[in-house]
T-cell receptor, first 115, second 113 residues
């Protein structure tokens, strides 16, 4: 009964570099969410997948951010031309169905530091 | 605008004392309300949720919360705090047709012996 896992747990990069953050949801969960948690803030919604497609990407801050879930399981959040303001903990969550009636289970997060 | 306010950034409670963490929300439709706890190095864990019905909801670890529509509040309570309850607590709101949670900034709970 593994939970949501995220790799790496920590990522340090330099300004302008490209990074990929991975999320492995709970097996069988069809919905997958990405959130970003900046220091001293609550998690902020980025994007939501139902299956392979992004059902709601309204939280992505700009076109440097992109996420994929090609086989409906693992998801990768990709950030191009990283900026210092991208430093945050990136959280992934999964749930067994659509809508907030289905509990979202969160992973431990990836802490991204952009120098 | 949809938002969640947690007025207390940091609270310290003596072990064995009662606890109340405040949460106020602004939401245009019927809200779904949640409380999550986040311990260092751990993912967010759901404590309890309110969708409809009885306005007093029970959660895990002895927590409860009361939905008060007239006050737009969903305060979290525990009658007797344990040292292991020290963590960060987040209130969140969402809608019936929605998928994304809107979180407050969190309240850090410290427990003194």
């Amino acid at each position: 009964g593994a939970g949501v896992s995220q790799t790496p747990s920590n990522k340090v990069t330099e300004k302008g570099k490209y990074v990929e953050l991975r999320c492995d949801p709970i097996s069988g969960h069809t919905a997958l969410y990405w959130y970003r948690q900046s220091l001293g803030q609550g998690p902020e919604f980025l994007i939501y997948f139902q299956g392979t497609g992004a059902a709601d990407d309204s939280g992505l801050p700009n076109d440097r951010f992109f996420a994929v879930r090609p086989e409906g399981s693992v998801s990768t959040l990709k950030i191009q031309r990283t900026e210092r303001g991208d430093s945050a903990v990136y959280l992934c969550a999964s749930s067994s169905g659509t809508g907030l009636y289905n509990e979202q289970f969160f992973g431990p997060g990836t802490r991204l530091t952009v120098l | 605008a949809q938002s969640v306010t947690q007025p207390d950034i940091h609270i310290t409670v003596s072990e064995g004392a009662s606890l109340e963490l405040r949460c106020n929300y602004s939401y245009g439709a019927t809200p779904y309300l949640f409380w999550y706890v986040q311990s260092p190095g751990q993912g967010l864990q759901l404590l309890l949720k309110y969708f409809s019905g009885d306005t007093l909801v029970q959660g895990i670890k002895g927590f409860e919360a009361e939905f008060k529509r007239s006050q737009s509040s969903f305060n979290l309570r525990k009658p007797s705090v344990h040292w292991s309850d020290a963590a960060e607590y987040f209130c969140a709101v969402g809608g019936q047709a929605g998928t994304a949670l809107i979180f407050g900034k969190g309240t850090t709970l410290s427990v003194s012996s």
